[in-house]
């Protein structure tokens, strides 16, 4: 699975972006995918994940109620919506494809990640 993370860019704090995780490969539909974001000198830190389905979401307390994650396994296309932004949401966004769905807050029970978009948020 090769994934493209794209939608990063640069709004001001209270505005809203939308991320897309597009995938290649025939099993997309198959997996949860997670988001996460990375700032340097920091350790990737587990963002939203949504089941293979769509019937179960996961957040982080940060975004909880800011954020959205969906998908269309029909485009293979992962989304997060963000609104309300905030400076501290500034970073680095990757998705990434988790086949046995344990561990879905930690980076490490991740398998396959896009090369990420980078979100900036000015105060």
């Known amino acids: 699975v090769q994934l493209q993370a794209s939608g990063g860019g640069l709004v001001q704090a209270g505005g809203s972006l939308r991320l897309s995780c597009a995938a290649s490969g025939r099993t997309f539909s198959a997996y949860t995918i997670g988001w996460f974001r990375q700032v340097p000198g920091k350790e990737r830190e587990f963002v939203a994940a949504?089941?293979?389905?769509?019937?179960?979401?996961y957040y982080a307390d940060s975004v909880k109620g800011r954020f959205t994650i969906s998908r269309d396994n029909a485009k293979n296309t992962v989304y997060l919506e963000m609104n309300s932004l905030k400076p501290e949401d500034t970073a680095v966004y990757y998705c990434a494809v988790n086949i046995s769905p344990l561990r879905i807050e930690v980076a490490g029970g991740y398998d396959y990640w896009g090369q990420g978009t980078l979100v900036t948020v000015s105060s």
């Open positions: 949504i089941s293979w389905s769509g019937g179960s979401t």
